[in-house]
């Protein structure tokens, strides 16, 4: 399958994984089932590993790591900086607020080389833009970490048009990440276009609406008490209930197209730009292999545009995050 390019240096399959889910965020996994399911996924042809500093936090690197470290010819890893993480007696623990100050992008990006075990992160991440560090500051900082040769590639995460295009004019970006689906197109107003016009590739997380456009998830009691899924405004009883009418209509139409839900909502991801990689999360290797067989699927622009119709942002109920997340993103 051909693959995709993210800036001009990376190539990768046209799916991606993204890995917090093994240990963050929905309840993680036992590690030797995430292990299985990250060494499918290198046989499946995958080459793009996303993590971050924050999934654990540490954990997640650690076990990307431990997976990925006897392959690593084989594969492209992704992880990101920017949240606070402060040292408890507890361990590690993020605390409210975002950090890019030069200093701090140098010692976290020399923390995640130690957990990941690797000698070069290939694509490094600003996890969210800090308002109170000029991103020219940020993106120079992240620069001389490329030309020490620790960093091959610098991507962005949840950035707006004009950050993008500040960052690019200091170091070239390889991508910009961001959540983009059926049922989030924030990416639509502007920052698509601006990554086509600078040759910048745009991964989406989420891509399946963090599992609800699967049609899998019909209830809140479906999710476990820790699954911070239950803190977003989309997965509350009554707007999930509402969406549920969305969802419905894309297994109808999937149905129709012998497909399922699931492979037709990330397909139409992909279909929105050959410069587009997106991250679906997977636990299980039978998640993840319909992922991949996803990329296979070809839509005509008719059925682009229909499917696209199904699903759109005005008829979901309940914003992507609460206030707090939302204002750090498109920054």
Same mark, same amino acid.
């Given at each position: 399958?051909?693959?995709?390019?993210?800036?001009?240096?990376?190539?990768?399959?046209?799916?991606?994984?993204?890995?917090?889910?093994?240990?963050?965020?929905?309840?993680?996994?036992?590690?030797?089932?995430?292990?299985?399911?990250?060494?499918?996924?290198?046989?499946?042809?995958?080459?793009?590993?996303?993590?971050?500093?924050?999934?654990?936090?540490?954990?997640?690197?650690?076990?990307?790591?431990?997976?990925?470290?006897?392959?690593?010819?084989?594969?492209?890893?992704?992880?990101?900086?920017?949240?606070?993480?402060?040292?408890?007696?507890?361990?590690?623990?993020?605390?409210?607020?975002?950090?890019?100050?030069?200093?701090?992008?140098?010692?976290?990006?020399?923390?995640?080389?130690?957990?990941?075990?690797?000698?070069?992160?290939?694509?490094?991440?600003?996890?969210?833009?800090?308002?109170?560090?000029?991103?020219?500051?940020?993106?120079?900082?992240? &620069?001389? @970490?490329?030309?020490?040769?620790?960093?091959?590639?610098?991507? /962005? =995460?949840? +950035?707006?048009? $004009?950050? %993008?295009?500040?960052?690019?004019?200091?170091?070239?970006?390889?991508?910009?990440?961001?959540?983009?689906?059926?049922?989030?197109?924030?990416?639509?107003?502007?920052?698509?276009?601006?990554?086509?016009?600078?040759?910048?590739?745009?991964?989406?997380?989420?891509?399946?609406?963090?599992?609800?456009?699967?049609?899998?998830?019909?209830?809140?009691?479906?999710?476990?008490?820790?699954?911070?899924?239950?803190?977003?405004?989309?997965?509350?009883?009554?707007?999930?209930?509402?969406?549920?009418?969305?969802?419905?209509?894309?297994?109808?139409?999937?149905?129709?197209?012998?497909?399922?839900?699931?492979?037709?909502?990330?397909?139409?991801?992909?279909?929105?730009?050959?410069?587009?990689?997106?991250?679906?999360?997977?636990?299980?290797? &039978?998640? @993840?292999?319909?992922?991949?067989?996803?990329?296979?699927?070809? /839509? =005509?622009? +008719?059925?682009? $545009?229909? %499917?696209?119709?199904?699903?759109?942002?005005?008829?979901?109920?309940?914003?992507?995050?609460?206030?707090?997340?939302?204002?750090?993103?498109?920054?």
């Amino acid at each position: 399958m051909k693959s995709r390019k993210l800036g001009s240096q990376l190539s990768v399959f046209p799916v991606g994984l993204g890995c917090m889910g093994m240990s963050h965020a929905y309840g993680g996994q036992d590690e030797k089932d995430a292990i299985r399911t990250l060494h499918r996924a290198v046989e499946l042809g995958v080459t793009l590993f996303d993590t971050a500093e924050v999934y654990g936090p540490f954990t997640n690197e650690v076990l990307v790591g431990k997976a990925l470290r006897p392959l690593r010819d084989k594969v492209t890893i992704a992880t990101k900086f920017g949240f606070n993480i402060v040292e408890t007696n507890e361990g590690p623990k993020q605390v409210p607020g975002l950090s890019s100050r030069p200093e701090h992008v140098r010692a976290a990006a020399e923390g995640s080389l130690k957990r990941l075990g690797i000698e070069v992160i290939d694509l490094y991440y600003q996890h969210r833009v800090d308002p109170e560090v000029p991103i020219e500051d940020t993106v120079g900082a992240m &620069a001389e @970490l490329v030309r020490e040769g620790k960093v091959r590639a610098l991507g /962005l =995460s949840e +950035a707006g048009v $004009a950050t %993008i295009r500040r960052a690019h004019a200091v170091h070239p970006i390889a991508a910009v990440q961001s959540e983009y689906s059926l049922w989030t197109r924030d990416p639509e107003a502007g920052v698509l276009d601006v990554c086509r016009e600078l040759g910048i590739g745009f991964v989406p997380f989420s891509p399946l609406g963090r599992g609800f456009l699967t049609g899998a998830i019909k209830s809140t009691d479906q999710l476990g008490e820790n699954d911070f899924r239950r803190g977003l405004p989309r997965f509350d009883a009554d707007n999930l209930e509402r969406n549920l009418a969305a969802v419905a209509r894309l297994e109808a139409f999937a149905a129709d197209k012998g497909t399922t839900a699931a492979k037709l909502a990330l397909a139409w991801v992909l279909h929105q730009g050959d410069f587009i990689v997106p991250i679906p999360g997977s636990r299980k290797i &039978a998640n @993840l292999e319909a992922n991949v067989e996803a990329a296979g699927i070809v /839509l =005509s622009a +008719a059925e682009s $545009a229909e %499917i696209g119709a199904l699903i759109s942002p005005d008829q979901i109920a309940g914003m992507r995050y609460k206030d707090e997340g939302m204002a750090q993103t498109n920054r």
